[in-house]
């Protein structure tokens, strides 16, 4: 666009193969009545409209769970009907069918319905406001193409968005209350819809200009040409490097990739639209809000960092690799950290589940214990249970810690009267301190909770002694209070001999994990269950014998998340229909990875 403006500045009335050349004015003559080029501004302002409205919307609804949080603590009346509530959830909870959804999720972090929901909302807003009006070229000569135009200002609006929801602490999460990890959804719908509409703009100006020059004579012509390529291509690699089947398998590598091209990309579309209308408006927002976001993490990660130095004290557990590290830190059940390993990997920093709470109020301790529990994999964490087998009995290495994130604040679990807590294999990490606090609350008297059921599938039964401890701990602090926590055990391994073996708790000198699996407490194994558990059964059961509010709280693989997820769905349906006994059913999930 500014080529053509620059090319027919000074003369006009020409002949370029074929095609009259109008002069300048000639040119704005005939845009004044047909989307001028100026007037193209419009389609990236309402689609940062539209971007508002859904944060608002966000926003409200995030304000609202926590005043019917809040009310039903402190025996308030119900401020939302139940059967409105079920229908919202109906839209939000579902997920595909687990065969579809192990496929999707090679290119597609699918998650759950809503998210999904409203990223088609936003695509087929953009699109329609983008292809509705067929006018889409002008004729030679006469200015970019208003196809190209509305694309490349939608496109342009919506990089601020994508770059913030990116951010570990961005202005987003703040204002909307939901944490990084989430967003995650919609980090990757946003920069699809970027791409599609950086390709729409792309073609759309090649074709118009191909009926203008050779295309060699065009690509040379200005370097708004290259740049603009330049820019696309690093946008290009951004997207399909950060496809979870890429990103999974070479996280490392992607990590590094993905900060390298974001770079190339801004700096090449700042230049590729230097000064031209609201281009650097765009920009600038970009820079401003996501270093917004940077400078809060990086001030953050110096304050507990600097002012506390933390250690950590690496072991192998029951083939699982220990972190503990003692820190001043306080955080809430569910949370994640970032740890950085300085002697270990320092340019590499990775999230874990914290599998521990922070000591009550009052016991007096100076500080608390962060406590990890990962199952080594590939990658780092292969390297780090090499490391911790090696590790010199209390050895400590420094750490630089960057969290924690997740839902903070009060454990909303405590406002419902009855928890299911559904965990897969090493996902007990995250659901256990759920446990714990729950346990914790009905001593202290400040949550409505009093039974809970955790179910917890595991291959090994052997893996249930690395978390026994804190299991029997809930049950005696929650019997103790007039509460109930049952735990049912089930496990999954190929091994049927074995199995009945360990769940039998006889001894055995064949090797020490079977010597661990019968040193575990006779409360787990002697209920414990052979092979998977029905998940749409449990939890379809739990509706129709639980009264008042229930939740349901899920952590462990895709197939789990499914399961739960859809089972849920159903009960909604039960809660408008009536046959479902309890009022409500509430939904928290948590993947493995994002």
């Known amino acids: 666009m500014s080529f053509l403006v620059r090319r027919h500045g000074d003369g006009g009335g020409t002949h370029i193969n074929g095609h009259y050349v109008p002069t300048m004015d000639e040119m704005m003559e005939y845009q004044a009545t047909r989307e001028p080029w100026d007037s193209s501004v419009k389609y990236g302002r309402y689609t940062v409209y539209f971007c508002a409205v859904s944060l608002a919307v966000f926003f409200l609804v995030h304000w609202i ?70 006018y889409y070229y002008r004729p030679p000569f006469y200015g970019s193409p208003p196809l190209a135009l509305r694309s490349e200002w939608i496109a342009t609006a919506l ?11 961005n202005l987003i999460s703040w204002i909307i209350g939901v944490s990084h990890d989430k967003l995650q959804v919609f980090h990757q719908g946003v920069a699809f819809i970027i791409v599609y509409f950086s390709m729409v703009h792309a073609i759309s100006e090649i074709v118009q200009s191909k009926m203008e020059l050779p295309w060699t004579q065009v690509y040379g012509s200005d370097p708004i040409w290259w740049t603009g390529f330049a820019a696309l291509g690093s946008l290009i690699w951004l997207y399909l490097g950060s496809l979870p089947i890429v990103r999974k398998r070479l996280y490392e590598c992607f990590y590094v990739l993905h900060i390298a091209a974001s770079i190339l990309f801004v700096a090449f579309l700042y230049k590729h639209g230097f000064g031209l209308l609201d281009t650097d408006a765009y920009m600038k927002a970009t820079l401003i809000l996501f270093g917004f976001g940077f400078l809060a ?19 192998l557990q029951s083939g699982l690799v220990r972190i503990a590290i003692p820190t ?14 300085v002697h270990v990997r320092p340019f590499e920093s990775h999230p874990f589940t914290l599998s521990s709470l922070p ?32 590790a ?23 406002a419902f009267d009855s928890v299911l807590l559904l965990a897969g294999g090493t996902g007990i990490s ?70 009945e073996l360990n769940l039998d708790g006889r001894s055995s000198e064949k090797n ?8 575990i407490s006779r409360e787990f194994t002697s209920t414990a269950h052979t092979g998977r558990p029905n998940i749409p059964s449990i939890v379809i059961s739990k509706s129709k014998m639980w009264t008042g509010h229930a939740a349901v709280a899920v952590c462990g693989p895709l197939s789990l998340m499914t399961d739960a997820s859809n089972a849920v769905s159903r009960v909604q349906l039960d809660i408008l229909s009536g046959r479902a006994t309890c009022k409500e059913m509430h939904l928290r999930s948590e993947t493995f990875g994002w």
Request: with cysteine; proline share 6%.
């Open 65 to 134: 769970k926590v005043l019917i949080l809040w009310t039903r603590l402190n025996g308030g009346a119900p401020v939302f009907p139940s059967k409105l509530t079920a229908l919202l959830r109906l839209l939000t909870y579902p997920r595909l069918p687990y065969p579809i959804a192990k496929i999707v999720y090679y290119v597609w972090t699918i998650g759950p319905l809503g998210p999904n929901i409203l990223l088609f909302i936003a695509l087929l807003y953009t699109s329609l406001y983008c292809w509705v009006n067929e």
């Open 159 to 169: 990089v601020p968005f994508v770059f913030v929801l990116g951010a570990k602490r």
């Open 297 to 315: 993490r990086f001030l953050y990660m110096v304050v507990i960092n600097v002012f506390f130095r933390h250690r950590a004290q690496l072991s």
């Open 328 to 341: 001043n830190l306080n955080w809430s059940p569910g949370m994640h950290i970032f740890i950085r390993f």
């Open 359 to 390: 000591a009550p109020k009052g016991e007096g301790r100076k500080q608390n214990e962060m406590t990890f529990l990962i199952k080594p994999e590939t990658g780092f964490t292969r390297l780090l249970s090499a490391v911790a087998a090696t």
């Open 392 to 414: 010199t009995p209390g050895r400590e290495f420094p750490v630089i810690l960057d969290g924690p994130y997740g839902e903070g604040g009060m454990n909303s679990l405590r």
């Open 430 to 499: 995250f659901i256990l301190p759920l446990l714990s606090d729950l346990a914790r609350s009905m001593k202290d008297k400040n949550s409505l909770c009093k039974v809970v059921e955790l179910v917890w599938a595991v291959k090994d039964i052997g893996l249930v002694k690395s978390f026994e401890s804190q299991l029997l701990e809930a049950k005696q602090v929650a019997s103790s209070a007039g509460g109930a926590i049952n735990v049912q055990i089930y496990t999954t391994g190929t091994s049927p001999g074995d199995e």
């Open 512 to 519: 020490v994990e079977e010597e661990e699996g019968d040193s």
